[in-house]
């Protein structure tokens, strides 16, 4: 009951943040859809399609169509952190029709979230793509976990910048700082290219540091995630038999999985990325 109960639900907040998106485009005379958007909604269904017939090949296809295209040929302009900022840029302004395109592209990216886990960030993002190639598995650093339940508290000050500055200023603050800006469209003040270097380094040793610790959409979507419907497909209390420390706790790159009895997953941080399930025991031994 309560899981229907989260799916109508789910589906009420995404057709009444849809309907909305839709009225105020329509505000402004037509509903022409940039080819881009269309590009984004295409890769979301693929990626929706790759999750839930577990081939996990594809996910490297979609973050390299992603990077591609909405990273360097869009030059990186189709931002959700942006979309975000839009928002509260116009929200309470006489220029609320322009919040439209922003709306619509955040419902979609929270209601795929809800219902179906966090591609986005896991399978589409161009910004997550860049740091997923780099990383190298066998240069893996593992963070502290202290150090890494603190670093992963400030995308979520991050996502409040972006919710109150342009609530109160109506401009946009977080292009002023995104790392990815220099990376995309070659552009940004030295800091940012500094910033840029950073995260690039880290990448290679540290798997998606920006995605992990300072991404406000990462830190929206993945509230979205915590609440939805989504659910790893994990070894149960009655078969999971890897003992206290199980190998998909090992195996996750962003160590959002604990075990105990069995696998507990913070979904806030989970991108879907499958590795967890690609070695699950009981998993393998079902399959066989």
Same mark, same amino acid.
């Given at each position: 009951?309560?899981?229907?109960?989260?799916?109508?639900?789910?589906?009420?907040?995404?057709? @009444?943040?849809?309907?909305?998106?839709?009225?105020?485009?329509?505000?402004?005379?037509?509903?022409?859809?940039?080819?881009?958007?269309?590009?984004?909604?295409?890769?979301?269904?693929?990626?929706?399609?790759?999750?839930?017939?577990?081939?996990?090949?594809?996910?490297?296809?979609?973050?390299?169509?992603?990077?591609?295209?909405?990273?360097?040929?869009?030059?990186?302009?189709?931002?959700?952190?942006?979309?975000?900022?839009?928002?509260?840029?116009?929200?309470?302004?006489?220029?609320?029709?322009?919040?439209?395109?922003?709306?619509?592209?955040?419902? @979609?990216?929270?209601?795929?979230?809800?219902?179906?886990?966090?591609?986005?960030?896991?399978?589409?993002?161009?910004?997550?793509? @860049?740091?997923?190639?780099?990383?190298?598995?066998?240069?893996?650093?593992?963070?502290?976990?202290?150090?890494?339940?603190?670093?992963?508290?400030?995308?979520?000050?991050?996502?409040?910048?972006?919710?109150?500055?342009?609530?109160?200023?109506?401009?946009?603050?977080?292009?002023? @700082?995104?790392?990815?800006?220099?990376?995309?469209?070659?552009?940004?003040?030295?800091?940012?290219?500094?910033?840029?270097?950073?995260?690039?380094?880290?990448?290679?040793?540290?798997?998606?540091?920006?995605?992990?610790?300072?991404?406000?959409?990462?830190?929206?979507?993945?509230?979205?995630?915590?609440?939805?419907?989504?659910?790893?497909?994990?070894?149960?209390?009655?078969?999971?038999?890897?003992?206290?420390?199980?190998?998909?706790?090992?195996?996750?790159?962003?160590?959002?999985?604990?075990?105990?009895?069995?696998?507990?997953?913070?979904?806030?941080?989970?991108?879907?990325?499958?590795?967890?399930?690609?070695?699950?025991?009981?998993?393998?031994?079902?399959?066989?």
């Amino acid at each position: 009951m309560e899981k229907k109960i989260k799916y109508i639900f789910g589906f009420l907040i995404f057709l @009444i943040a849809f309907s909305l998106s839709v009225q105020l485009i329509l505000t402004k005379g037509d509903f022409k859809i940039p080819l881009k958007f269309y590009v984004l909604f295409g890769i979301l269904g693929v990626s929706i399609f790759g999750y839930y017939k577990k081939i996990h090949w594809l996910r490297n296809i979609t973050l390299l169509v992603s990077l591609a295209y909405l990273g360097f040929y869009e030059a990186g302009c189709l931002c959700s952190n942006g979309s975000l900022e839009t928002i509260f840029m116009y929200m309470g302004s006489e220029k609320v029709a322009r919040l439209g395109m922003g709306l619509l592209r955040i419902s @979609i990216l929270a209601g795929v979230t809800y219902f179906f886990g966090n591609l986005f960030c896991g399978w589409v993002c161009p910004k997550g793509a @860049i740091q997923e190639f780099l990383f190298k598995d066998k240069l893996i650093k593992k963070v502290p976990k202290k150090l890494d339940n603190i670093l992963k508290k400030f995308r979520y000050i991050f996502l409040l910048l972006i919710i109150l500055y342009p609530l109160i200023y109506h401009k946009r603050i977080f292009n002023k @700082i995104d790392p990815f800006k220099m990376v995309f469209n070659f552009s940004g003040a030295t800091y940012i290219l500094i910033f840029m270097t950073i995260m690039l380094i880290a990448s290679i040793f540290i798997y998606r540091p920006f995605c992990r610790y300072v991404c406000p959409i990462g830190a929206f979507l993945g509230l979205i995630n915590k609440i939805g419907v989504f659910k790893l497909r994990l070894a149960d209390k009655d078969n999971c038999s890897c003992g206290p420390k199980g190998i998909c706790e090992i195996k996750c790159p962003t160590q959002t999985i604990k075990k105990a009895d069995i696998p507990i997953v913070n979904k806030e941080f989970c991108f879907s990325c499958m590795e967890c399930e690609a070695v699950c025991i009981v998993k393998k031994k079902n399959k066989e």
